[in-house]
């Protein structure tokens, strides 16, 4: 699975962006998707992820900010930034695995090229 990411960009703190990732293959819908995000000095860490038959995961942090979606006939998955703070400011990674629960960033099999957030104070 290739999987390319778009949708990063510089928002005021308190706006909203869209992120998409973009699948190859034909099998996209067998994959559990996730986002995760990593600021400058620190870890990746999962944001949120969607299993192949719409289960989500949220880290607390974006819990009732974030919601992530996919469109299987398009076989693209999307997260719904809303309220963004200057501590969502990542780059933010696109990934796969083939089975639900993964947590770490071991856990996930395949990954896109990260697109970067900004948000302003």
């Known amino acids: 699975v290739q999987l390319q990411a778009s949708g990063g960009g510089l928002v005021q703190a308190g706006g909203s962006l869209r992120l998409s990732c973009a699948a190859s293959?034909?099998?996209?819908?067998?994959?559990?998707m996730g986002w995760f995000r990593q600021a400058p000095g620190k870890e990746r860490d999962l944001v949120a992820a969607i299993g192949t038959v719409g289960s989500t995961y949220y880290a607390d942090s974006v819990k009732g900010r974030f919601t992530i979606s996919r469109d299987n006939a398009k076989n693209t998955v999307y997260l719904q930034m809303n309220s963004l703070k200057p501590e969502d400011t990542a780059v933010y990674y696109c990934?796969?695995?083939?089975?639900?629960?993964?947590?770490?960033?071991?856990?996930?099999?395949?990954w896109g090229q990260g697109t970067l957030v900004t948000v302003s104070s």
């Open positions: 990934t796969a695995r083939s089975r639900w629960g993964g947590r770490r960033v071991d856990e996930y099999d395949y």
């Open positions: 293959g034909r099998t996209f819908s067998s994959y559990a």
